[in-house]
């Protein structure tokens, strides 16, 4: 039975679409309401059926506390090293380019497209946790400090929510860094 027909689930914590993971398995939690009992909402594992305590403006106000932490500090987003390995095909092509450069008369649109093609190339060379990690660090970098949760931010940004046992909130961000009290890399 719906006990809350007066509630509006487009504002509030209903906006949440990053998934709150469990503090015991991993599992993907569940908001509960129940105005009978003395914390009305908690959340619950639909794996281990664990449950967390927290009230719905802790939440909010949990995730917006981490968010802040990270626009404060961009810095502390890791870059992981560049291990940028040029390939067999991007060698070939450079030398393409550079024989095509080395010719009289050459026919300029080939060429644009040849650098387009090798560019390309040497994008997919690198690996992806280096251009999210840049990714998150410039959008944290041009982000103000919120006063209210910002749900487009926390979906461009956050790839999980953990709750722990003591209602404690940390994220984990799309770059895999995890932002919160047990802090871990």
Known sequence: KNTQKAVDHSVGIFKLTV????PSCGGRMQRRYDKRRKASTW???????????????????????????????PERIEIPESAYEESQEVRRMSAEITKTL???????????QKML??????????RTEVTTAQSLKDTFKS?????????????QAVSGIYLQRNGEISLTLINGQRIGKEETA
Do not use: Q
């Open 117 to 126: 093609a090798c560019v390309s190339e040497k994008y997919k060379c690198l």
């Open 102 to 112: 080395d010719t009289f008369g050459f026919d300029k649109e080939a060429l644009k």
């Open 143 to 155: 982000a103000s400090p919120l006063t209210a949760y910002d749900g487009v931010l926390a979906d």
């Open 19 to 22: 998934p709150v993971v469990c």
């Open 43 to 73: 959340w619950s594992c639909s794996a281990c059926k664990a449950t967390v305590s927290v009230t719905d403006e802790d939440m909010r106000n949990g995730i917006t506390e981490r968010l802040n932490e990270v626009i404060a500090d």
